[in-house]
């Protein structure tokens, strides 16, 4: 684990914390970690905002001991669209990653976004919505 890695698992414990100064701490240096490039500041509030009101016990299910989802991903039977920043400090996603996960998942769909974090529809969002709508519609075909 890289230093990068451990600070960030330090401020993901943080956010399910019940003390609320920890918690609004860890969730502030969490907001500030999704973007690869610095989100304005009233894109950064709403997105502190919203993840502020995610209770903690849903923080806990989403971060426990997850690095894969091998065994939940081969029981997904809906078409999907996998989006992927590869400047993501969150979640360690690498090409094997997400090849690993359109492969196990049927009639899926992978686009890689470069220089982008964790956050796509938020630093890309004309792109996300167009790459979403684009996935949608061809559904429809």
């Known amino acids: 684990m890289t230093n990068d890695q451990a600070k960030m698992m330090e401020r993901m414990g943080m956010m399910m914390s019940a003390d609320i100064a920890k918690n609004l701490m860890g969730t502030s240096a969490f907001v500030n970690s999704v973007s690869a490039k610095p ?9 502190l905002v919203y993840n ?10 989403m971060f426990q001991n997850q690095t894969s989802y091998e065994d939940l991903a081969g029981k997904i039977t ?10 993501d400090a969150v979640v360690d996603v690498n090409v094997e ?13 992978l686009v890689r976004y ?5 956050a ?3 630093e890309a969002p004309t792109r996300f919505n ?6 949608v519609d061809g559904l429809t075909d």
């Open 39 to 47: 989100l304005d500041a009233e894109t950064q509030q709403e997105a």
């Open 52 to 61: 502020m009101m995610m209770p903690a016990y849903a923080r806990m299910a």
């Open 78 to 87: 809906t078409p999907t669209l996998l989006i992927h920043g590869d400047a």
């Open 97 to 109: 990653l997400s090849v690993t996960n359109q492969t196990l998942i049927p009639g899926s769909a």
């Open 114 to 118: 470069d220089g982008i974090g964790h």
């Open 120 to 122: 796509p529809f938020l």
């Open 130 to 135: 167009t790459d979403v709508m684009q996935f």
